[in-house]
């Protein structure tokens, strides 16, 4: 699934992944991918919270990308500078207000379905901004559980919006499910010891 999801041009895709189904990897490599071909653009990677861009998203960002190909990282910010003069933000979902104002091309969002107010956040703030620059987004997700917020469910709302599109004939939308058992990385014992996702993830 990682392999379909990156190689998607459509301009809006949605994923819906259990856990340890290599989401998180395929869609940084997605989202970096396209910012370093794509010169002088601004590009928005939105993480759940603060803890999550801290201490798994930069540093897998980092991971996955020659240092080489990046001149500057404002720790301040949470931004890198690339060699094209693009730039990289990381921001989080729980700072609504930062999140205005600014035009972005390429926008990455992770674990959408428990963003607090993710609806209002994705709505009415983060896709506006890709008006100006027909900008492009991409949207991963656990399914809902009991731990994510009251009105999660718009994840799942979006995701039938993007399928019906599709069904109309819209190349502009993509759709994708998975669960763990699609991840050659994990041991097939491993897979049968993880509790199942509470809801069906594919």
Request: hydrophobic share 30%.
């Amino acid at each position: 699934m990682q392999t379909a999801f990156c190689s998607s041009r459509a301009r809006f895709k949605i994923w819906r992944a259990g856990r340890r189904s290599g989401k998180t990897d395929a869609q940084v490599y997605d989202w970096g991918k396209w910012a370093f071909l794509h010169p002088n653009t601004i590009n928005w990677y939105v993480a759940q919270d603060t803890a999550t861009v801290k201490e798994l998203t930069i540093p897998l960002f980092e991971r996955t990308f020659p240092h080489e190909l990046i001149k500057d990282y404002s720790k301040s910010d949470k931004r890198f500078t690339l060699f094209n003069n693009s730039y990289c933000y990381f921001k989080s979902a729980n700072s609504a207000d930062s999140l205005r104002g600014r035009k972005v091309h390429n926008l990455g969002c992770e674990e959408v379905a428990f963003w607090q107010n993710g609806a209002d956040i994705y709505h009415n703030i983060l896709r506006p901004q890709l008006s100006d620059t027909m900008g492009r987004a991409s949207l991963v997700s656990s399914p809902p559980n009991k731990k994510a917020p009251t009105g999660a469910e718009w994840f799942r709302r979006l995701e039938q919006t993007f399928q019906e599109e599709i069904n109309k004939g819209s190349t502009e939308y993509a759709t994708f499910k998975s669960s763990i058992w699609e991840n050659p990385y994990i041991d097939e014992e491993e897979k049968k010891a993880i509790p199942p996702c509470p809801t069906p993830c594919g």
